[in-house]
């Protein structure tokens, strides 16, 4: 849990986000037990105000850089601003399942 924590403080300092949601969906995944290489990101922050949907991303992705060049396979973001987030009802979509290139998950 020591990169989904990792995760957790850099957006919230970065962000200060309205609300956050960090999922580690890595056991979706063919990877080993415990592993901490696929995360689902929600994010409502003042910061994303004005900004395009791809330059949120590339925000989120700037302040996590280390991460997604180390263990982290795969980030899934949502990125909205608080009024997108009232909109939504605070509802956001579920991942979808893996397809594994074949794999299956190891034990």
Do not use: Y
Request: overall charge negative.
């Amino acid at each position: 849990m020591i990169i989904e924590q990792t995760i957790t403080r850099k957006l919230t300092t970065r962000f200060n986000p309205a609300h956050l949601e960090i999922t580690n969906e890595s056991h979706m995944h063919a990877v080993p037990p415990g592993s901490e290489s696929h995360f689902k990101v929600v994010v409502v922050s003042e910061a994303f105000e004005g900004e395009r949907l791809v330059r949120r991303h590339q925000m989120v992705n700037e302040i996590l850089a280390n991460e997604l060049a180390g263990d982290v396979h795969a980030l899934a973001m949502q990125t909205l601003t608080a009024e997108e987030w009232e909109k939504k009802g605070g509802v956001t979509a579920n991942s979808p399942d893996c397809m594994g290139g074949g794999l299956t998950k190891t034990s």
